[in-house]
Nanobody, 119 residues
Framework: QVQLVESGGGLVQLGGFLRFSCVAS????????MSWYRQARGKERELVAA???????NYADSIKGRFTISRDNAKKTVYLQMNSLTPEDTAVYYC?????????????WGQGTQVTVSS
C-alpha cells in the first residue's frame, strides 16, 4: 500500500520557520510530480509548491520567496522549507504524489499535518 508520511508540522510564531518532510513508500518518487498542498479552515485545498520529475519547481504566488520545495530521490523524500511564516499560512498541509500514464492519473496523498502560526 502506497504511503506518504509527513512530518514537521506544529505551532510557530509569526516570522518563524518550519521544515516538512514527506517520505514515500512503495512508489518511486522520482517517477512522480511531488507537491505540497494546504487547506485552511473553511477554504478549498490549494497547491503550495510542486517539483516535477525533471526537477523544475512551481510555487503559489502567496508563498514565493518564502517557501522552497526540494526532493531527495535516494531517500524517497520531498521537503518543504517554510520561512517568514504568517498567520495566513495556518492550514493543514498535505503531501501529494502524482503521475499521469496515458489517460490514467495516479495520485496519492499524505495524511496531512497541521501548521499553526500565531501572531
Amino acid at each position: 500500500q502506497v504511503q506518504l508520511v509527513e512530518s514537521g508540522g506544529g505551532l510557530v510564531q509569526l516570522g518563524g520557520f518550519l521544515r516538512f518532510s514527506c517520505v514515500a513508500s512503495v512508489i518511486t518518487p522520482s517517477w512522480f510530480t511531488m507537491s505540497w498542498y494546504r487547506q485552511a479552515r473553511g477554504k478549498e485545498r490549494e497547491l503550495v509548491a510542486a517539483t516535477s520529475t525533471g526537477g523544475s519547481t512551481n510555487y503559489a504566488d502567496s508563498i514565493k520567496g518564502r517557501f522552497t520545495i526540494s526532493r531527495d530521490n535516494a531517500k524517497k523524500t520531498v521537503y518543504l522549507q517554510m520561512n517568514s511564516l504568517t498567520p495566513e499560512d495556518t492550514a493543514v498541509y498535505y503531501c501529494n504524489a502524482q503521475r499521469i500514464i496515458g489517460t490514467n492519473v495516479l495520485a496519492y496523498w499524505g495524511q496531512g499535518t497541521q501548521v499553526t502560526v500565531s501572531s
